[in-house]
């Protein structure tokens, strides 16, 4: 275990149904072995019903409701995907302030695959450039971001990927950037996007 992210407290952020696993665990598990303390949140505090693609996976327990949640207490902020997931967190008032929030303070945010979905609800992408699962282009272009086909990219504290295939590169980069810390440009693209 490293002691890079020692001292930081990350939140992930899922629906209580339809998270894609692996996209849940790998990261926790990599920013865990960082040194970070996590918080696993989502809208109820209900256990949360996670997928392996379309089977059921496991059961998780998460640790408070995003309501609840003050992204104040937080360095950084992972995304995962799932299409239901995703689905669901972008039509929940209080999980898509929180996003915001993390963006308004410059914090970084490291999302994948279907996760997009709830920055383009929080009005976050347009001028940024990023990754997803390839058939949220459309969605992400009509919100103003620049859509790219890559393993992982980084765009001023914004971290992307587009599937569990890239959990490696996109693990170890949201361990370099959690433990950067505060991105400016990541909290003037909110400033601009709002203007």
């Not at 969605?139 to 980084?154: K, M, S």
């Not at 992307?160 to 959690?178: G, Q, T, W, Y």
Request: hydrophobic share 40%.
């Amino acid at each position: 275990m490293s002691d890079q992210l020692r001292g930081k407290r990350i939140a992930i952020l899922v629906a209580n149904e339809g998270v894609e696993q692996v996209e849940m665990t790998s990261p926790r598990d990599a920013l865990s072995e960082a040194g970070a303390d996590i918080d696993l949140l989502a809208p109820e505090g209900d256990e949360i019903e996670a997928f392996n693609h379309l089977d059921k996976g496991d059961s998780f327990t998460p640790d408070k409701g995003v309501g609840e949640a003050d992204p104040g207490d937080y360095d950084g902020l992972v995304l995962p995907g799932g299409v239901v997931n995703a689905d669901q967190l972008r039509t929940d008032t209080d999980a898509v302030q929180f996003v915001r929030a993390f963006f308004e303070a410059g914090k970084p945010v490291g999302v994948i695959c279907h996760g997009p979905w709830t920055l383009i609800s929080a009005d976050v992408v347009r001028d940024r450039t990023l990754t997803s699962w390839p058939s949220l282009q459309a969605d992400l272009r009509n919100a103003g971001a620049e859509w790219v086909d890559e393993e992982v990219h980084l765009d001023q504290g914004l971290v992307s990927s587009r599937k569990p295939d890239d959990l490696d590169a996109f693990n170890a980069k949201i361990v370099e950037e959690f433990a950067e810390g505060v991105h400016e440009g990541q909290r003037d693209s909110v400033s601009a996007g709002a203007s």
